[in-house]
């Protein structure tokens, strides 16, 4: 994205990604699933949590990861999903 990490921590940005509605797309997928508690979900890049927070809430296990320790927080906050701070590199 070119963003500084610094951008990534501020805690403006960490709200504006906190707050924002789950993907219209993982809703649809969630919607047409039998068993949602069937799945095993990695949110790679989770910024604020707002897709692990909509998959917990429908009992969707699921590990989230980041590389901002803010953003990790806020996604841990929202619904307690398990949460790592790393880099999503190779």
């Not at 897709?51 to 929202?78: F, H, K, Q, W, Y």
Request: include cysteine; aromatic fraction near 4%; proline fraction near 8%.
């Amino acid at each position: 994205m070119g963003e500084s990490p610094g951008f990534w921590s501020d805690p403006e940005t960490v709200a504006r990604f906190r707050d924002r509605d789950p993907d219209i797309h993982l809703v649809a997928i969630l919607e047409e699933e039998r068993d949602p508690t069937s799945l095993r979900v990695l949110d790679l890049g989770c910024a604020g949590g707002r897709n692990s927070a909509e998959l917990a809430r429908r009992g969707v296990p699921t590990i989230a990861l980041d590389a901002s320790a803010p953003m990790c927080a806020a996604t841990r906050d929202r619904e307690g999903t398990p949460t790592i701070q790393g880099v999503m590199d190779t």
